[in-house]
Nanobody, 128 residues
Framework: QVQLVESGGGLVQPGGSLRLSCAASGFTLDYYAIAWFRQAPGKEREGVSCLSPNNGNTYYADSVKGRFTISRDNSKNIVYLKMNNLKPEDTAVYYC?????????????????????WGQGTQVTVSS
């Protein structure tokens, strides 16, 4: 069955970097959209970045453009989120999520309801 496992979170100082990993099993990355979301305490879950199925186009929230980079390693079935120049407002639990190409719309890439499968999340804390 489809399974997503995130790792790589932790405590980092402002301006620092982290790389999150999302290990996927039970499906082939090429045919699925993979997205990263985050949820801070008391806030709604928000889309951070997404890799489209097939051609692998990338999408980013305005708040992370130029700082975060999403990528995938098809040989390992892993999707990464490299986060640079981290800010305290990036503090949140980060989740990866996926859905098949048949159910995914690029214009709604950041919509929580598009995604059928979710990981358990990994905590990122940016603090001095």
């Amino acid at each position: 069955q489809v399974q997503l496992v995130e790792s790589g979170g932790g405590l980092v100082q402002p301006g620092g970097s982290l790389r999150l990993s999302c290990a996927a099993s039970g499906f082939t990355l090429d045919y699925y959209a993979i997205a990263w979301f985050r949820q801070a305490p008391g806030k709604e879950r928000e889309g951070v970045s997404c890799l489209s199925p097939n051609n692998g186009n990338t999408y980013y929230a305005d708040s992370v453009k130029g700082r975060f980079t999403i990528s995938r390693d098809n040989s390992k079935n892993i999707v990464y989120l490299k986060m640079n120049n981290l800010k305290p407002e990036d503090t949140a639990v980060y989740y990866c999520a996926t859905t098949s190409w048949a159910r995914w719309w690029g214009t709604k890439w950041s919509s929580v309801g598009q995604y059928d499968y979710w990981g358990q999340g990994t905590q990122v804390t940016v603090s001095s």
